[in-house]
């Protein structure tokens, strides 16, 4: 992927400030950006999208460089995270994927029975498939001109897997969870497949010009305990080890960060990889053992607050997370009825509080 000379070009990084709390290191205030802060609460966001379809937009790197630079200019994010969506990996892999008004992602052949995993290629030329988000990645890396890191994703294998099968959304995720009970071989196929293709895409995106690295197990909580740490843990394991090794070889640091629920979270502190994960109690803090970093997690329904209220929320959840080895977010993306003057809200108590705390240490 030439990783020794991908940077040598990109504007030099002038905010680090995520890439160092993402590393446990100390920071002067605690960082700061939020899921889905490139969204239709934004009126340029909507503008920029009228009319268009979704993953054709995700296929074109000039209007992805657009969509994800459009906060940056209204908020002093700590970091810019790429606009594409989890879904082109099954896009990737052979399967139709449509994004459908009213209703979200669609699959119109969804995998029914194992059969069905014989439509997938067997062998996925990522390069090929998905190089249209590695476009994006490099030009969006030269037009934020070092303002920011730039954070690459995916979505984790069963997350994937459960749209796979269900077709789209679902509240029960049913259908994907049978095949974990009645075909558990073909599950793990599945799984195995799914990871080898994200490892590569990752790797794409840091050769690319990704800053970090992030990986969405959205559905972790559907999951039991048991069938975690069966279905889901071992694949997220596996790609940050793969990941982070090919990396090492070739001198790269590149901060991987997880995302999910309680379920992740009380298996997370397992892992011999250091990484930034997403968490929902601050507990989960003294459970790591400082072994990671940790990303969250106001409920993004406080947004509808009012500021003063916004600015309250935000130093009780930095009073409970620590300003060391923490970046803060919401605990899931923004709406699109959201006020971006609370977005604006939510940034500003985030860098004041964590300033003033920081700074009576």
Request: hydrophobic residues 40%.
């Amino acid at each position: 992927y030439g990783y020794d000379d991908h940077q040598a070009d990109f504007p030099q990084l002038q905010n680090d400030t995520f890439l160092r709390a993402a590393r446990g290191e100390e920071t002067e205030h605690v960082p700061v950006w939020c899921m889905r802060q490139a969204g239709r609460y934004l009126p340029e966001f909507r503008e920029s999208r009228a009319g268009k379809d979704f993953f054709e937009t995700c296929q074109t790197p000039a209007a992805c460089c657009e969509l994800t630079l459009q906060p940056l200019r209204r908020f002093p994010f700590d970091a810019a995270i790429i606009f594409s969506d989890i879904l082109v990996v099954p896009q990737a892999m052979g399967m139709d994927v449509q994004m459908v008004a009213g209703k979200g992602p669609t699959f119109p052949e969804p995998l029914k029975e194992p059969e069905d995993l014989q439509r997938l290629r067997v062998k996925v030329d990522v390069g090929k498939e998905l190089g249209y988000v590695f476009k994006a990645i490099t030009l969006t890396r030269h037009k934020i001109e070092g303002k920011v890191p730039l954070i690459g994703f995916t979505g984790a294998p069963w997350t994937l897997m459960s749209y796979m099968i269900e077709g789209g959304g679902s509240n029960t995720h049913s259908k994907a969870k049978r095949w974990l009970y009645r075909h558990p071989e073909a599950s793990h196929m599945l799984l195995r497949m799914l990871t080898d293709v994200i490892v590569e895409y990752l790797l794409g995106q840091v050769a690319a010009g990704a800053q970090a690295l992030q990986v969405f197990e959205s559905h972790a909580g559907i999951l039991g305990p048991v069938e975690f740490k069966e279905f889901a843990l071992p694949y997220l394991r596996d790609i940050a080890r793969r990941v982070k090794d090919k990396l090492k070889e070739a001198g790269q640091d590149v901060p991987m960060v997880r995302d999910g629920d309680h379920t992740l979270h009380a298996h997370i502190c397992t892992q011999s990889h250091r990484c930034t994960v997403c968490v929902c109690v601050c507990v989960f803090r003294e459970r790591t053992g400082g072994k990671v970093s940790l990303q969250g997690n106001m409920d993004p329904c406080a947004l509808y607050a009012p500021k003063e209220r916004i600015s309250d929320i935000v130093k009780k959840m930095l009073e409970g997370f620590g300003t060391r080895a923490y970046i803060a977010n919401l605990g899931h993306g923004l709406y699109p009825d959201m006020d971006p003057e609370s977005v604006g809200a939510f940034v500003e108590a985030v860098h004041t509080h964590s300033r003033q705390m920081i700074k009576q240490k």
